[in-house]
């Protein structure tokens, strides 16, 4: 080969390796100028199910951000499936930051325990944006029930030993936290899912299912009214927003804690800038003290977290979840 030849192959080398910089600043620039004019039209915010604290929160906080940008948020929820339906839908979303998603423990965590064939990766199809809320779900019961604590409630269950509780779907927080008492008491209780938490408060208020492990906001009304009775929050601690409500290790089960949480995903494809955007306009709705106060009234408390934050948050509950449900062998009804 000729030393012209060898300078003419070194200068395309040259070239392909500047072109490359060159398009990795090029979509560098891109997506900052994306950021800069996003958004320019709708945002579509999915959550889980009418009556659920998903459709709350994406109500909620779509109305804010709605607000602060002068864009329409509509609210789309999709339930059934433990909140994978929406999940999926969010994934395979073009990555521009106008699909959005409120997740949690059932379409983020159990999912991939419970259906073998899921359509998409939790980790790797989805990113986070912000955390939204955290919580607490309550041990309630149907009024018919002659119990007023979790003792006189085991007492009664043992006996009777046919109770079904309900959950807002496979693979939910009220889901796992049923199995979790059943484990760590010995009680039998038959599962039964329902789509949506507001479902399952359906089912208990018509006394089709006798129990429920469900968020204080699907069921703050009928908590006050007296029309369903609260027994224990599902941490080892009291919660804030419900004071009068005896933890979990009052109720003499220390080994049950199952926090309620909810974040804010969008397709793993949106640019960081993007994603900065919507952090940074999240945070600051959710940090402000009217937003916290309204928050802890209805039963759930206002927090948020970097994206990172919020991913490592995600597999850390993988990690956790993972082999209870599968020592438990909870299992999609």
Same mark, same amino acid.
């Given at each position: 080969?000729?030393?012209?030849?060898?300078?003419?192959?070194?200068?395309?080398?040259?070239?392909?390796?500047?072109?490359k910089i060159f398009l990795f600043f090029l979509l560098m620039l891109c997506g900052h100028?994306?950021?800069?004019?996003?958004p320019n039209k709708p945002i579509r915010i999915f959550g889980h199910g009418p009556g659920?604290?998903?459709?709350?929160?994406?109500?909620?906080?779509?109305?804010?951000?709605?607000?602060?940008?002068?864009?329409?948020?509509?609210?789309?929820?999709?339930?059934?499936?433990?909140?994978?339906?929406?999940?999926?839908?969010?994934?395979?979303?073009?990555?521009?930051?106008?699909?959005?998603?409120?997740?949690?423990?059932?379409?983020?965590?159990?999912?991939?325990?419970?259906?073998?064939?899921?359509?998409?990766?939790?980790?790797?199809?989805?990113?986070?944006?912000?955390?939204?809320?955290?919580?607490?779900?309550?041990?309630?019961?149907? =009024?018919?029930? #002659?119990?007023?604590?979790? &003792?006189?409630?085991?007492?009664? !269950?043992?006996?009777?030993?046919? +109770?079904? $509780?309900?959950?807002?779907?496979?693979?939910?927080?009220?889901?796992?936290?049923?199995?979790?008492?059943?484990?760590?008491?010995?009680?039998?209780?038959?599962?039964?899912?329902?789509?949506?938490?507001?479902?399952?408060?359906?089912?208990?208020?018509?006394?089709?299912?006798?129990?429920?492990?469900?968020?204080?906001?699907?069921?703050?009304?009928?908590?006050?009214?007296?029309?369903?009775?609260?027994?224990?929050?599902?941490?080892?601690?009291?919660? =804030?927003?419900? #004071?009068?409500?005896?933890? &979990?290790?009052?109720?003499?089960? !220390?080994?049950?804690?199952?926090? +309620?949480? $909810?974040?804010?995903?969008?397709?793993?494809?949106?640019?960081?800038?993007?994603?900065?955007?919507?952090?940074?306009?999240?945070?600051?709705?959710?940090?402000?003290?009217?937003?916290?106060?309204?928050?802890?009234?209805?039963?759930?408390?206002?927090?948020?977290?970097?994206?990172?934050?919020?991913?490592?948050?995600?597999?850390?509950?993988?990690?956790?979840?993972?082999?209870?449900?599968?020592?438990?062998?909870?299992?999609?009804?």
């Open positions: 080969m000729s030393k012209s030849v060898t300078k003419i192959m070194l200068l395309l080398g040259h070239l392909k390796k500047w072109k100028i994306c950021a800069q004019e996003y659920s604290t998903a459709d709350y929160l994406s109500r909620l906080v779509g109305q804010k951000l709605s607000e602060k940008w002068g864009q329409p948020v509509i609210v789309d929820n999709r339930a059934g499936a433990g909140g994978t339906v929406p999940a999926d839908i969010v994934a395979k979303a073009p990555g521009d930051g106008y699909t959005l998603f409120i997740g949690h423990a059932g379409p983020m965590v159990s999912a991939l325990v419970l259906y073998p064939n899921l359509p998409y990766d939790p980790v790797k199809d989805l990113v986070g944006i912000s955390m939204i809320a955290s919580g607490v779900t309550v041990m309630m019961v149907h =009024p018919s029930i #002659p119990a007023n604590t979790v &003792s006189e409630f085991l007492q009664y !269950a043992k006996k009777r030993n046919d +109770l079904n $509780f309900s959950s807002a779907g496979n693979g939910t927080i009220s889901h796992l936290t049923g199995e979790l008492f059943k484990q760590v008491t010995g009680v039998n209780m038959m599962h039964i899912p329902y789509k949506s938490a507001g479902a399952g408060l359906t089912a208990l208020l018509a006394n089709e299912t006798q129990v429920s492990f469900l968020s204080p906001v699907t069921a703050a009304a009928q908590l006050k009214t007296g029309k369903l009775k609260a027994l224990m929050v599902s941490t080892t601690d009291r919660f =804030p927003g419900l #004071p009068e409500v005896p933890s &979990s290790s009052e109720a003499g089960l !220390a080994g049950l804690d199952a926090r +309620l949480w $909810f974040g804010l995903f969008t397709s793993a494809k949106t640019s960081k800038a993007v994603i900065q955007k919507l952090n940074q306009d999240v945070s600051e709705i959710l940090n402000r003290p009217e937003m916290k106060e309204l928050f802890l009234k209805q039963g759930i408390q206002a927090v948020s977290s970097s994206p990172e934050s919020l991913d490592n948050f995600v597999k850390t509950e993988i990690k956790r979840w993972t082999p209870i449900i599968k020592n438990a062998n909870i299992q999609a009804d």
